[in-house]
Every structure is written in C-alpha cells, then in structure tokens.
C-alpha cells in the first residue's frame, strides 16, 4: 500500500519568513492545496508570517502542534522542511517529539518527501537539515539587521509599515506624504495643541467616517502614537531597543535604550510638524500624565462577574453617601464617542435572583442526571461545520486579495490593509473553531453529577459567614457572567452559569 493511500486527513502549514515577498504566502499556499487535491487528502490550513525563530511566539505553529498531539491529522504538509522553523534545537526536538509520539507524518511538497519521526534514519536526516537551516537563519538575520541600521543611516525607511499620513515611495526607498492624509494629520495636530484630549479628537474622526491607519475605528492610543512620533518631523529613528524579551532566547534581555544611544537621521523625508509644535505637544504630555488614584471600588461577592447587558462591558462598584456598595452606572463610550447609559444599581438584587435561579438550575441537573449531551454536542458540531464553511469563505477572500494586488487592482497600501483586515478574521475563526472543539470535549467528558454537586456545595454555603473572598471566589465556581440592565424601575438580570465545572475550584 502506498503512503497516499494510508493518509486521509492532513494539515497544511504555510508560514511566509521574513524578507519574502508577500505573494509567497498564496504561492505556496495554491501550492500545497492542489498537492492535497491532486492526492484527495482533506485538509486544514494554519498560515502565519514569521515574524520569530521561537515556536512560543508563533501562535499557528503552537495550535498546529496541539492539534498534532490529539492525533486530528494523518500527515502535515509544508512546502519544505525548513518551513516548520529555523528555531534552536530544543524547539526542533519538540516538533519532533510532538510528531513522533501521535505518529503523524510530516511531508515536504517540494520535493515530495516523507518524514516518519519515529524512523530513525528519518530522523538523523531531519536533524542534518535543521543544523544548517539554523545556521542559514542567523546568517539571513544578522544581514538583515546590518542592512537595515546602512538603510537607516543613509535616509532610507526600513521600520516596515509608514506612519500616517506617510507612504512608502518604493523608488527612492524613502518615505512621501499622502496629500489625502495631510489635512487629517494636521487636524488632529491643531486639535491636540487647542486642548481637545485623544480620546474626543479620536471620536470626531470616527464622525467624519475617516478610516483609522487599518481601516477600522480611530482609538485614542493610536491617536496618541501618531501625534507623539517624531518620524513627523522628518527624522530617522534606529536602534531605540535591543535584546529580546524571550526568556527562552540566548543573549541580551529586552531593553529600552536611552536617547544619546538612538540612531537618529534628519532631513530623510518632508516633515508634517514642526519642531516647535513637537516640543509643545511634548510639553503638554508631561503635564497631562496621569496620577494614580486610590481605588474606591472595594472586593463584593460579584466582583468581576457582572457585565452591562447593553454594551456588554464589565461593570464595577463604587461607594454611595453611606458607605454601601452599589453597581456602578455604565459610561463605557463606543467609537463614535456615544456613552452607555445602563444605570446602577443595587447588588443585592442580583444575590437573590442568584439563590432563586441556582435552586431551579439544581432542579434542572437532577431531571436530566440520567440524560446524555448527544443534543447540545450535535449542536456544537453544527456551529463548528458553521464557522468551518466561514474559514474557508475567508480563505478565499484573501486569494483575492493577493490576485487583485498581482493584477494591479489594488495599491500595496490598500493591499496590506485589506490583507491584514482578513488574515485578523481568519485567526479569529480558528480562535472560536477551536473555544468550540474545546466546550465539545468538555461536555464529552463531563459529568452530570459533578456538575450538581458543585451547584449544591454553593447553595450550602450561601447562608454561611464567609468572608467577601470566599462568596465570591465560591460564585465562581459556578456561574459564567451575569448581565445587568436597568432603565428606571425596569431592572432585568440574566446567570450565565458555566457550562465546565473544572475552570474553578472553591476552599473554604
């Protein structure tokens, strides 16, 4: 029988490094789909672009490797082997060990090889080629490194993607203005130095349906990077950090260095501030920074457990006049700057919907004691079927996206925003596939008299004098959230119990 024929189920890794172009990604990726198509393998796609050596700051390799150890796929398929990582040898052991223990096949689509971990040959022959991959690495790295501090020294912008409203000028390797973006800019400059805060100069733009640097909602801390920067005066700054916050990488720890050591260029670009409004805005700032206040919220039993049921933001306590507790109203504001107006009220009426409901939650458990979760876990894999069918909805949006890109339609600014935008989908929907897999192996393990034995352990000690902590660290271990909205009189609740009694446990 040929490997083919023993392989059903795979998983495609597609990971583009760094200092490749950006249509690599699809390349490989329209590469690897027809190699499955051509062998009639089912397949599952995790792609990233490098952006680290380290496997734990590649999160697509890490839920691969999940993946791979609860034994879902028959082989992965990567375009080399060099593509699973040019990482230390602790990093290249673990691949290794995470293949071998489920017995998962790795092949290269390249030159169509198969990789059996548990092979011994297999094995030293990996092993060989990721010595010199590792080696390739650091040589690529280190050039990069020296190329860009040249880059840097001569005018030219190697800092990846542009400040608004700037654009990078592929010819001259320098940095020119959006003319559209030039008004925006000085808007939000003029506003600051008048005294509107970030947060409002952030809220009118979203009125003005300005678009943000990524096509979303302008927030006030990118509001606040661009008007701080000082690649607005013209400038070139290099080297303002070394070292690597990795604790697991060898050689210096992550620092921030001082301002003489920073490499600074002027005169590389058409500055879009002067430097007497820089020194303003950094006058302001120092005087705007914020003071710590004491909290003057105090633990309750529901602390961190209530959430607004309008905007579904956490909402906190605050003291009133005499000194008790009460719900905070909700004033969280959306992007457009329109505030909730949920208001507050009083957390024992909460307490007491909770003692009613979790008596009519022990009643529901005791019915269905005897019952399975065939309906609820046929329901998780509708919806994980659901965002199944969306992943791949996505997937082919971002084909187009690079197509449109090869075929001129789009510039590569609205290229990599669009792209971006999508890939920011994508990983979301691995995300929800995966919470989805995670609530379906939960409920597959469960069981039911756990779950009521925990819901009865609260409801015993419901009356009993426990301290703050304790009431709450015991609402824990039983309900999810709890949704809170009030409109005069009008008070509506809603518990969310947890639906896995092991995210949390109780000592009195």
């Not at 030219?156 to 800019?185: A, C, D, H, M």
């Not at 084909?399 to 789009?410: A, F, L, Q, V, W």
Request: aromatic letters at 8%; proline letters at 3%.
């Amino acid at each position: 029988m040929k490997f083919s024929d023993m392989i059903k189920n795979v998983a495609i890794y597609l990971r583009k490094s760094r200092g490749e172009e950006a249509t690599v990604l699809e390349k490989h990726r329209r590469e690897l789909v027809e190699f499955c198509k051509k062998h009639e393998w089912a397949y599952v796609e995790y792609a990233e672009v490098g952006t680290s050596d380290s496997i734990d700051e590649r999160p697509q390799m890490l839920r691969l490797l999940r993946d791979v150890k609860n034994e879902d796929y028959d082989a992965v398929i990567v375009m080399d082997y060099d593509r699973t990582g040019r990482g230390s040898a602790g990093d290249r052991e673990r691949i290794q060990e995470v293949f071998a223990m489920s017995q998962t096949l790795l092949i290269t689509c390249d030159d169509n090889r198969v990789i059996d971990f548990t092979n011994d040959i297999d094995l030293a022959m990996a092993e060989f080629q990721g010595l010199f991959a590792r080696q390739e690495y650091r040589t690529i790295k280190k050039r990069l490194s020296r190329g860009k501090r040249l880059g840097a020294k001569l005018g030219f912008w190697t800092n990846g993607i542009p400040p608004f409203p700037y654009q990078y000028n592929p010819e001259t390797k320098k940095l020119k203005v959006r003319e559209e973006n030039l008004s925006i800019y000085r808007f939000m400059i003029e506003s600051y130095l008048k005294g509107m805060p970030f947060h409002k100069i952030s809220w009118e733009l979203n009125r003005m349906k300005v678009p943000s640097p990524k096509g979303l909602f302008w927030q006030d801390n990118t509001v606040r990077r661009i008007i701080y920067d000082e690649t607005h005066l013209g400038r070139i700054i290099y080297g303002k950090t070394e070292g690597s916050y990795s604790k697991k990488k060898k050689g210096k720890k992550f620092r921030n260095k001082p301002y003489e050591e920073w490499i600074i260029v002027e005169n590389c670009h058409p500055a879009v501030k002067t430097i007497e409004e820089h020194e303003k805005i950094m006058s302001l700032a120092k005087r705007k920074k914020k003071i710590p206040k004491t909290g003057t919220s105090s633990v309750h039993p529901l602390s961190g457990l209530i959430k607004c049921a309008v905007c579904e933001h956490r909402m906190s306590f605050v003291r009133d006049n005499n000194g008790d507790l009460r719900i905070r109203s909700c004033r969280h504001t959306d992007p457009y700057g329109n505030i909730c107006r949920n208001q507050g009220g009083d957390p024992d009426v909460i307490m007491q919907v909770i003692s009613k409901e979790l008596k009519e939650y022990e009643q529901k458990l005791l019915c269905n004691i005897n019952s399975n979760n065939d309906r609820e876990i046929a329901y998780l894999e509708e919806k994980i079927l659901q965002v199944q069918k969306a992943v791949k909805k996505i997937q082919g949006k971002i084909s187009r996206i690079y197509e449109s890109y090869e075929d001129g339609i789009y510039t590569k600014e609205v290229f990599l925003r669009q792209r971006e935008k999508a890939e920011k989908d994508l990983g979301a929907l691995h995300s929800e596939i995966s919470n989805l897999k995670m609530q379906q192996k939960n409920i597959e393990s469960m069981d039911p008299q756990e779950r009521l034995e925990r819901v009865r352990r609260v409801l015993n000690h419901l009356d009993e004098e426990l301290s703050t902590q304790q009431y709450n660290q015991l609402l824990n271990t039983v309900i999810d959230n709890v949704l809170w909205k009030r409109e005069g009189n009008q008070i509506e609740v809603e518990i969310n119990f947890l639906q896995d009694t092991n995210e949390a446990t109780f000592h009195s």
